[in-house]
């Protein structure tokens, strides 16, 4: 008896903001993922698959040393360096796409742990992930969340055309609005000391390509 009630503890942990978090420990034979409903809190939340391409807005928080070492939902062991997350409801193991909404700034995290159990707050990302976004000097921010592959497993959920890189911001604008005549959305994203341009929209390789022959553009194409 003393095994069985061993096997399953549950412990209700605050996140950054002493909001509670479940735990499961481990045992010899834990399944990583599950999907089974569970309750914080009075409220029973369910956990259930969603789409590539899925999106969620709200407000995103992040925990770090309080943690470092516990014990996430899925079992794993909670690495504040590594970069994951906590959701309500995503199924274990998702890969999800985190934008800042404040600043344009994007990470990529796999869900491995259950929260924020917090009104108002969508995600709660691991330390490295949350610094790479600038929660870490924030506390919290606006985000919107875009599910991008299952299973620790990245999908492409679309393509984009690389049409620049410039070092001066105004440059890139200029040419984004240049090549907005065409149709498609274009978007600038920072990468280092440069701004890169790029005509998104693409649902396949081949259109992207194809594209960029039909209007002689020297660029080049990649995932979303």
Same mark, same amino acid.
């Given at each position: 008896?003393?095994? *069985? ?10 996140? &950054?903001?002493? /909001?509670?978090?479940?735990?499961? *420990?481990?045992?010899?034979?834990? $399944? ?24 969620? +807005?709200?407000?995103? &928080? ?11 939902? !899925?079992? /794993? ?10 959701? $309500? ?15 344009? #700034? ?7 742990? +259950? ?6 707050? *969508? ?29 620790? #497993?990245?999908?492409? &959920?679309?393509? $984009? ?9 105004? &440059?890139?604008?200029?040419?984004? !609005?240049?090549? =907005? #005549?065409?149709?498609?959305?274009? =978007?600038?994203? #920072?990468?280092?000391?440069?701004? =890169? ?11 992207? =390509? /194809?594209?960029?022959? $039909? ?10």
């Amino acid at each position: 008896m003393k095994i *069985i009630l061993l096997a399953i503890i549950l412990f209700f942990l605050g996140c &950054s903001t002493k /909001e509670y978090k479940t735990y499961v *420990i481990p045992s010899s034979n834990i $399944k990583t993922t599950t999907q089974k409903p569970y309750v914080v809190n009075g409220k029973i939340y369910y956990p259930h698959n969603v789409p590539i391409g899925w999106t969620q +807005r709200g407000i995103a &928080s992040w925990y770090g040393p309080n943690f470092h070492g516990n014990y996430t939902s !899925n079992g /794993e062991i909670y690495n504040m360096y590594a970069f994951t997350a906590a959701h $309500k409801t995503l199924p274990m193991n998702t890969i999800v796409k985190v934008t800042n909404l404040n600043n344009g #700034k994007s990470v990529i995290v796999r869900i491995n742990d +259950r929260g924020p159990f917090v009104k108002g707050r *969508i995600i709660d990302l691991s330390y490295a992930a949350g610094k790479k976004i600038g929660l870490d000097v924030t506390g919290t921010a606006p985000v919107k969340i875009e599910v991008i592959g299952f299973k620790g #497993k990245r999908y492409v &959920s679309g393509y $984009k055309l690389q049409v620049g890189a410039f070092l001066n911001k105004n &440059s890139a604008l200029k040419t984004a !609005n240049k090549y =907005k #005549k065409f149709g498609y959305n274009t =978007k600038v994203l #920072k990468a280092k000391n440069f701004y =890169k341009v790029y005509i998104t929209g693409f649902k396949t390789y081949n259109q992207a =390509k /194809e594209f960029a022959l $039909k209007h002689n553009i020297a660029g080049f194409v990649v995932g979303e």
